[in-house]
């Protein structure tokens, strides 16, 4: 069986002044040799912070990514960010398709999946996210729509580095969770969905991660879920000791 590598990724959202990247350094404190060698570690600033981020991550053996990108290389974009420019500042993820941008920005799985294309162009490996509402839950539609989400949104054409993450959308900042029981059904659905798109036993290598409402007092449940293969976690990973105390969980999960 391919060996995924557990990720915890942390999406700042629209949150960091200068002063934040101290708790960059302090993460980087508390992930010591032994966690190093059971989980890879990412944190997504705004991205304002990151070329000043760049060189306190390598130093804290912690990846650096986006939050999102244009589909362009560069250009007459107003404002837009390309993959090619987070790479260039040392980038090595971008989270593309996360629902605020789905719903904040109409942001379809077409568009989605050309972000997805040009992170790949550009060496970045994309946080694809998928999720669904909690009216399509409610309506028993949770797996019909994250399968379509992921044969939407997914280049066909993706190597198996591709992360593909898992956020309810209905957990998303609110302190609810689905049950294990969903978790497992979810993510296993997903993974057949991923191969399914992209075929070759691809999807044995591709990492699907659990996002929405994760903290420390849950993560250790969450994370121990099979094929959760870690965690996209939004306003606990601000502060270095509640992200950490996340990335904690998996100094025990075998
Ligand atoms: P949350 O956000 O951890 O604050 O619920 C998760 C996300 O949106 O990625």
New binding site residues.
Partial sequence: MTRRCPLVAG?W?MNGLLASLAEIAAMGGAYDSALRARLELVVCPPATLIGMASDLATQASIGLGGQDCHAAPSGAHTGDISAEMLKDLGARYV?VG???RRAGHGETDAIVQAKASAALRAGLAPII?VGETRAEREAGDALRVVGEQIEASLPADSPDTIVV?Y?PVW????GLTPTVADVAQMHAFARERIEARLGGGKSAGVRILY?????PANAGELMSVANVDGA??????LAAKDFMAIAEAYRVIG
């Fill in positions: 999406n959202k989270i996360h629902s605020e996210c993450a956020e957990a998303i900042g609110t996002g929405g409402s994760v903290k996209l976690v939004g306003g606990a990973s």
